[in-house]
């Protein structure tokens, strides 16, 4: 369906290369024991579409699988890599995505290589910035911020990322306060874990990031969640109280 309306943008001199490029185009999927690697032959603009539809995708895998208790650390990065057999991929882009994800992520967030923002720089230029991907008002490639330790990272409950969400939900014919449900699971499961390990300093210290993340972009995007300072709600079974956060 994206390709589709991609595909219905394009000028007829220009849907014929489109078409080329979308039977040329190569994905591939690498699994590991708790790893997934994603990646794309870079070389068209079909690729960079792929790309926009992964980021576009990304907040909601993320929140998903929080509010279900599995927490996401990762790493998005642009580089050199040779396919050694289908779904098979070495080289440099694999040890430089590895080293950010356990170096740079030391908690669950998704880090972003010098690599990877300056090929978002790059395509926002080319869309002179105000041109998202013709099937969605959003445009994923703005979906990076700064966090508090300095490093570039994938804004998942930035404001871009949120406005991707309910536009999403809303085209599927969702209610909205699903969207805040899961949300709300998400945190709840971060505040459970904090409770649960505070003798554990790295684990605690681990969850009081993440926390730290999730109630920073709740203020500034979303209607505060009251109690969200006190430290009652990081007590295991508290319950704090909430208005609509969506």
């Not at 409950?157 to 969207?179: C, H, P, S, T, V």
Request: glycine residues 6%; contains cysteine.
């Amino acid at each position: 369906q994206f390709m589709a309306g991609c595909e219905e943008a394009k000028s007829p001199d220009h849907r014929a290369e489109f078409l080329r490029q979308v039977k040329c185009l190569h994905v591939g999927i690498q699994q590991g024991s708790d790893t997934t690697l994603l990646y794309v032959k870079d070389d068209c603009e079909v690729a960079q579409m792929i790309v926009s539809m992964w980021m576009l995708t990304l907040p909601l895998y993320i929140l998903s699988a929080m509010s279900k208790g599995v927490l996401v650390r990762g790493c998005l990065t642009r580089g050199t890599g040779w396919e050694m057999r289908k779904n098979c991929l070495f080289g440099p882009v694999i040890h430089e995505a590895a080293v950010a994800e356990e170096t740079t992520a030391d908690y669950p967030r998704i880090v972003v290589t010098g690599s990877f923002y300056s090929m978002c720089a790059t395509t926002l230029a080319r869309m002179q910035i105000s041109q998202p991907p013709p099937t969605c008002s959003i445009n994923p490639f703005k979906m990076l911020d700064v966090d508090v330790d300095g490093h570039v990272v994938f804004d998942y409950l930035g404001a871009i990322a949120l406005a991707g969400l309910k536009e999403m939900y809303e085209k599927k014919g969702y209610g909205l306060n699903q969207l805040e449900k899961m949300i709300n699971q998400a945190r709840d499961f971060v505040l459970t874990r904090l409770a649960e390990n505070r003798n554990n300093k790295r684990l605690s210290d681990i969850y009081q990031k993440l926390l730290f993340y999730i109630n920073d972009r709740l203020r500034k995007y979303i209607v505060t969640i009251p109690g969200m300072d006190r430290e009652d709600d990081c007590k295991k079974g508290a319950e704090p109280k909430r208005e609509g956060i969506i």
